[in-house]
């Protein structure tokens, strides 16, 4: 199993997300930034350095808000989710992503999202009390 951690980096009600490059594996799915822990990094070591690495973007690593396993083929990968708050600064995307989007956790398109992400976006929007703009998840957070 894989070790990933993940941020979900909340800026008022926006959340960033990011687009696998299209050439890597799961490419072309958002996802939240971050990746795979190294050995001997604690997981929010590992976040605070993906950060760094994959968009130039140093920011602190918050609460987690939760687990999700997915198998993807034979691969499998236990994604660690962190909140963060946003702090502003540039982002500069340096080769894992083509594209950055900030948008109301309500209207992601669930279909474009990386599959492991759906359960920690749900714990995002259970614990903002928030509704969702377009009906694709509820309250309770069940796709619909
Ligand atoms: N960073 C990140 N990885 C995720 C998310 N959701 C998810 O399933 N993953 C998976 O977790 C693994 C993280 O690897 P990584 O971000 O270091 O990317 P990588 O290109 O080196 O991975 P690779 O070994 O699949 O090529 C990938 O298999 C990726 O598809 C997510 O929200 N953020």
Same mark, same amino acid.
């Given at each position: 199993? *894989?070790?990933?951690? +993940?941020? *979900?980096?909340?800026?008022?009600?926006?959340?960033?997300?990011c687009r696998?490059?299209?050439?890597?594996?799961?490419?072309?799915?958002?996802?939240?930034?971050?990746?795979? +822990?190294?050995?001997? %990094?604690?997981?929010? /070591?590992?976040?605070? $350095? %993906?950060?760094? %690495?994959?968009? +130039?973007?140093?920011?602190?690593?918050?609460?987690?808000?939760?687990?999700?396993?997915?198998?993807?083929? !034979?691969?499998?990968? $236990?994604?660690?989710?962190?909140?963060?708050?946003?702090?502003?600064?540039? =982002?500069?995307l340096?080769?894992s992503h083509?594209?950055?989007?900030?948008? %109301?956790?309500?209207?992601?398109?669930?279909?474009?999202? #990386?599959?492991?992400?759906?359960?920690?976006?749900? #714990?995002?929007? $259970? /614990? /903002?009390?928030?509704?969702? !703009? !377009?009906? #694709? =998840?509820?309250?309770?957070?069940?796709?619909?």
């Open positions: 199993m *894989l070790e990933v951690a +993940c941020a *979900l980096i909340v800026d008022g009600d926006k959340l960033l997300l696998r490059h299209p050439n890597g594996s799961q490419g072309g799915l958002w996802e939240f930034p971050g990746g795979k +822990c190294e050995p001997g %990094e604690t997981l929010p /070591q590992a976040l605070a $350095r %993906e950060l760094k %690495e994959e968009l +130039c973007l140093d920011l602190e690593i918050g609460h987690h808000l939760g687990t999700s396993e997915h198998h993807y083929g !034979n691969k499998g990968v $236990r994604l660690h989710g962190y909140h963060c708050r946003w702090h502003p600064q540039a =982002i500069t340096t080769g083509d594209r950055y989007l900030w948008v %109301e956790p309500g209207d992601i398109e669930l279909q474009t999202l #990386a599959p492991a992400d759906l359960p920690l976006l749900r #714990a995002l929007i $259970r /614990q /903002q009390g928030s509704l969702p !703009n !377009n009906g #694709a =998840i509820d309250r309770a957070g069940h796709s619909t």
